[in-house]
């Protein structure tokens, strides 16, 4: 790393101690920015990369609710308004027992960037609570929704900070934040959460589009290689809704999809993954990947165990941060790896990502290539804004357009600094460059 860049990202780890993952985030960033502070000294007399740090704005706030049983549960909540300079903040909220202010850290400054990759009027921000959703009844996750937005709603606003979901949070979560927020505000504020119902102001494609995103992304890296998705063999982690419309995506452009997981196990299904029947254990019943392999013959779950056990040409992580590290990776690459499209944020440690590139697998950083889902977001807020509801084939097409645009930006930015190929600079450099301008133009705030 450039010296006068480690010099400041070791104040900003003495500032922050105890939050590993935004550590890790701020280092992978910084190690690709010493270029641009050789072509833009006044960026280091501005100060840039330590105001980018300092959020403008944390929010930590107790969230009390009672369960089925009548007894108090007390959470936290968070929210993280990180960075304005493009526009309002926007990021998803995370329910899960694990977050903490690291996490929340970590995924709102990997926010700003993609946000700003985008090329959509979009500042970066995140939330959630370390409240553990799964086993809890519809009545208790409306409760602990409606306890979350009583706090969270003074602080969010269609030109402010506009809540989406993340791991934990869908249509169903976004639905009793709305309803909660209206009820307070009395105001029937559409452009205030994304990710909403479609009959009440949501977007077509938006549940589908960070999957999607993810893998049209993945397709534009393979095409640089004269490859595609055709034939490829493809292990996807996760069971969620990135993962599965990774999944349909995949299958869609002709790859065999042949395992995912969720935290309990995985499971290897060499005749293709069912999506129907996926969709129904998961969404539908809220089930375990286990039911699934109970339900269609030939199906083997492993218990435990890593799912980047099952050989694979591409590797799409779509479960959570850090699930694929260097040992993995290595072992994916003795085993013909080709490329990697991260539909998590962050989910290779930063030894698997130096496998892949010091290997010359094709590897997609989750800024880029998971920007899909925040872009759409930005589409409802515009249909929202013109009171407008596009169709599927629309939606889908400027969906198309956004992550064919960031693929090209990337590249490009990579191309431009020396590195072509190298996706992890070319997206942070991308996303940092825009970022930066808008800072500067803006004057010292
Ligand atoms: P979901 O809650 O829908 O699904 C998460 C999936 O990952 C589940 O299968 C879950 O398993 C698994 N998982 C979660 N945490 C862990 C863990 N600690 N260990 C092992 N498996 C785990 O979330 P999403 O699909 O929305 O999000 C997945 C990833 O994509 C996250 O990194 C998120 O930040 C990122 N992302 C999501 C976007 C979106 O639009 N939703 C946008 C951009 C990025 P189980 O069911 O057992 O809990």
Redesign the pocket.
């Known amino acids: 790393m450039d010296a006068r860049l480690e010099a400041i990202r070791n104040t900003v780890l003495a500032r922050n101690p105890g939050e590993a993952e935004f550590h890790q985030a701020v280092t992978e960033v910084f190690e690709s920015l010493g270029p641009v502070h050789d072509r833009h000294p006044e960026l280091l007399e501005a100060a840039i990369l330590e105001r980018l740090c300092e959020p403008e704005r944390q929010i930590i706030f107790r969230v009390p609710w009672t369960d089925d049983s009548g007894r108090v549960q007390i959470n936290r909540g968070f929210r993280v308004e990180f960075n304005s300079a493009l526009g309002p903040y926007k990021g998803?909220l995370?329910f899960?027992p694990?977050v903490y202010l690291g996490i929340v850290k970590f995924?709102g400054f990997e926010q700003i960037f993609k946000n700003a990759l985008t090329g959509m009027p979009i500042g970066g921000g995140k939330g959630g609570s370390d409240f553990d959703p799964?086993g809890r009844s519809n009545a208790e996750i409306m409760r602990f929704c409606q306890s979350f937005m009583t706090e969270l709603y003074r602080h969010i606003g269609e030109y402010t900070d506009v809540p989406?979901?993340?791991?934990?949070v869908?249509g169903r979560e976004i639905g009793y934040l709305f309803g909660q927020y209206k009820r307070i505000t009395n105001r029937y504020e559409s452009g205030v959460l994304t990710g909403k119902g479609i009959s009440w102001g949501g977007s077509l494609v938006r549940p589908e589009?960070?999957g999607y995103g993810t893998v049209i992304f993945t397709q534009e890296m393979l095409k640089t290689r004269g490859k595609s998705f055709d034939g490829q063999r493809v292990v996807v982690?996760?069971?969620?809704?990135?993962?599965i419309n990774a999944i349909a995506k995949a299958q869609s452009f002709d790859a065999s999809v042949v395992a995912c997981?969720?935290?309990?196990g995985y499971i290897v299904d060499e005749a293709g993954i069912d999506v129907g029947l996926l969709r129904e254990v998961?969404e539908v019943e809220r089930g375990?990947l286990k039911d699934y392999s109970l339900r269609r013959p030939g199906v083997s779950y492993v218990e435990g165990g890593s799912v980047w056990d099952v050989d694979a040409t591409v590797a799409l992580p779509?479960?959570?941060?850090n699930?694929l590290d260097g040992d993995a990776a290595a072992r994916l690459v003795r085993n013909g790896l080709v490329a990697v499209g991260e539909?998590?944020?962050m989910?290779s440690t930063r030894e698997a990502v130096a496998v892949f590139q010091d290997s010359g697998v094709l590897f997609g950083p989750?800024k880029a290539a998971?920007a899909g889902?925040?872009a759409t977001s930005a589409l409802e807020m515009q249909q929202n804004a013109s009171r407008d509801s596009w169709t599927f084939e629309h939606t889908e097409q400027r969906l198309t357009e956004i992550m064919v645009g960031i693929h090209d930006r990337c590249a490009s930015t990579a191309d431009e600094y020396g590195e072509p190929g190298n996706y992890v600079l070319g997206a942070n450099i991308g996303g940092f460059v825009k970022v930066a301008d808008a800072m500067l133009a803006q004057g010292l705030i």
């Open positions: 998803g995370r899960h694990s995924l799964r989406a979901g993340d791991i934990g869908g589009a960070t982690s996760g069971s969620g809704n990135v993962a997981s969720d935290s309990s998961k375990r779509c479960a959570t941060q699930e539909g998590a944020n989910p989750g998971n889902g925040v």
